[in-house]
């Protein structure tokens, strides 16, 4: 246990660097908060250099199973320490509140209970922006190096034991460099859009929060109205194209941009099955809107339906409608963009729900199974993208769904317990659990600030569980994982 402490104050020592980000945003607008920002810096620094020292004789390589107790504690330890900032800076505040969006940041969820965004502190709201930036930088770590661990999600075939022609899918032999790799193209990924939402019309500061919140597949702005407040097809292309981007493995990112080819796109069994489904599902959208009469013009109703099912599918969580909580849209429309950010999001990426590759491993085990009981003795492996899945990876696939269902279900249930009504309490659970933001339904603002402390609390929790795939949280309460 020792020894993990030693990582988790090397972490929080590291995670002091962090606040370079909203001192530097501060001193460039003059809102004066650099000095809470410093000493919120040298305080999380000089604690983690401490833990660190004190713990550094006990300091020992990390065994797998440590990495599930470094990254469900370091994940809490760092939301709360980065409270710190807006605790000091916003009297009044509840503690609750503050990881609440601390959470929210670096799980990439994007939901926030805050209001008057747009009178907020520049900087704190650079602050904001800067966790779910960072936070998505960790979770392509966790993505690469702790998950493949379980066996649950797609990145199992980046391990280096992988069997048969998986092996050839590693970017290199080892996962720090494939991660240094595909930190690469999420920082180029990031002044690109940086640049491109200046141009669209954006200032530099709005362009930078929302590029930072577009790479990392987050849903925080810096304005109450969300992506409404700009008004703008230029701005909403931009970001539909970053936020595609981003959904998309990035590993395939980085081997297209080294070998100047398209090629790894076409052989992405993820890629192509979002491509066709984000394809319907906004042609269907669409038609539904105009045939409604919701916009009667069908540009205008392929112009909303593009960017506000794109941004929900891949877990963002924008609008760009200046309204409540699509107002005025067929109820299907809705629920229909929540389902799809369950599923859309490729393996790789800082996209949270149930993730495409996993949707396709369940699709070729239902086919197989139709198969077998007409041809009971007949040999189908289930193959995703010509590559057979092993045993053990669909096996947990299988857990990992029920887990899922059993966690939202469970969660919903406790939202009721609070008052809350089924419809908001199962929206906002499923949202949280796959970490893109949601609002509650009939509020004019996009944020869930009417929630009372304990739906707070319930809500922080089902995103932390979203961002760590569920079973890395709930393996920490197993005997077998304190067997010695």
């Known amino acids: 246990m020792l020894g993990i402490i030693y990582f988790l104050g090397l972490i929080l020592a590291a995670f002091g660097l962090v606040y370079a980000l909203p001192i530097g945003c501060?001193?460039?607008?003059?809102?004066?908060?650099?000095?809470?920002?410093?000493?919120?810096?040298?305080?999380?620094?000089?604690?983690?250099?401490?833990?660190?020292?004190?713990?550094?004789?006990?300091?020992?390589?990390?065994?797998?199973r440590d990495g599930f107790m470094l990254v469900t504690v370091g994940w809490i330890l760092l939301a709360a320490v980065a409270t710190l900032p807006l605790l000091m800076a916003m009297p009044g505040l509840t503690f609750a509140r503050a990881l609440f969006e601390t959470m929210s940041g670096?799980?990439?969820?994007?939901?926030?209970?805050?209001?008057?965004?747009?009178?907020?502190?520049?900087?704190?709201?650079?602050?904001?922006?800067?966790?779910?930036?960072?936070?998505?930088?960790?979770?392509?770590?966790?993505?690469?190096?702790?998950?493949?661990?379980?066996?649950?999600?797609?990145?199992?075939?980046?391990k280096a034991d992988a069997p048969g022609p998986v092996k050839d899918q590693k970017l290199e032999p080892r996962i720090t460099e494939a991660a240094r790799s595909v930190w690469l193209v999420y920082v180029l990924l990031t002044a690109a859009g940086i640049f491109a939402l200046r141009i669209s019309g954006m200032t530099w500061f709005d362009a930078i929060c929302h590029a930072f919140s577009a790479v990392s597949l987050g849903g925080f702005s810096t304005h109450d109205a969300s992506i409404a407040y700009f008004h703008s097809p230029a701005v909403e292309v931009v970001l539909m194209v970053l936020m595609l981007?981003?959904?998309?493995?990035?590993?395939?990112?980085?081997?297209?941009?080294?070998?100047?080819?398209?090629?790894?796109?076409?052989?992405?069994?993820?890629?192509?099955?979002?491509a066709i489904v984000l394809s319907l599902s906004v042609a269907g959208v669409t038609l539904l809107l105009f045939f409604n009469g919701v916009y009667s013009n069908f540009n205008t109703a392929l112009r909303y339906s593009a960017f506000n099912v794109i941004s929900m599918a891949t877990t963002t969580g924008w609008v760009s409608v200046g309204h409540g909580l699509f107002h005025g849209w067929p109820v299907f429309a809705p629920i229909w963009m929540l389902f799809l950010s369950g599923i859309?999001?490729?393996?790789?990426?800082?996209?949270?729900?149930?993730?495409?590759?996993?949707?396709?491993?369940?699709?070729?085990?239902?086919?197989?199974?139709l198969k077998m009981l007409v041809h009971p003795s007949a040999v189908a492996p289930v193959r995703v993208?010509?590559?057979?899945?092993?045993?053990?990876?669909?096996?947990?696939?299988?857990?990992?769904?029920?887990?899922?269902?059993?966690?939202?279900?469970l969660l919903v249930f406790a939202m009721l317990l609070t008052g809350m009504d089924f419809d908001s309490a199962f929206r906002v659970i499923v949202a949280s659990i796959n970490n893109t933001a949601y609002g509650l339904p009939g509020h004019a603002q996009w944020n869930l600030h009417a929630l009372?402390?304990?739906q707070i609390w319930i809500c922080t929790c089902a995103m932390l569980l979203g961002r760590l795939e569920i079973f890395s949280v709930i393996v920490l309460f197993t005997r077998t994982f304190w067997r010695k």
């Open 26 to 64: 501060s001193l460039a607008v003059g809102d004066g908060l650099w000095p809470t920002f410093l000493v919120c810096a040298a305080l999380t620094t000089t604690v983690g250099l401490g833990v660190a020292a004190l713990t550094y004789k006990y300091r020992r390589e990390l065994k797998p």
């Open 106 to 158: 670096l799980t990439t969820t994007g939901s926030t209970v805050f209001t008057g965004l747009d009178s907020l502190a520049p900087s704190l709201n650079f602050w904001r922006c800067s966790l779910i930036w960072v936070g998505g930088l960790a979770v392509i770590v966790v993505a690469m190096g702790v998950m493949p661990l379980l066996g649950i999600g797609g990145m199992q075939l980046y």
């Open 245 to 274: 981007a981003a959904s998309m493995n990035f590993t395939r990112h980085f081997v297209a941009l080294r070998r100047l080819t398209l090629k790894p796109y076409r052989n992405d069994p993820e890629f192509k099955a979002m």
């Open 344 to 369: 859309v999001c490729s393996t790789g990426t800082t996209g949270g729900g149930i993730k495409m590759f996993r949707t396709l491993v369940l699709t070729r085990q239902a086919e197989r199974e």
């Open 385 to 409: 993208g010509r590559r057979p899945i092993p045993e053990r990876a669909a096996d947990g696939i299988l857990a990992f769904i029920f887990l899922y269902f059993m966690a939202v279900a």
């Open 452 to 454: 009372t402390e304990p």
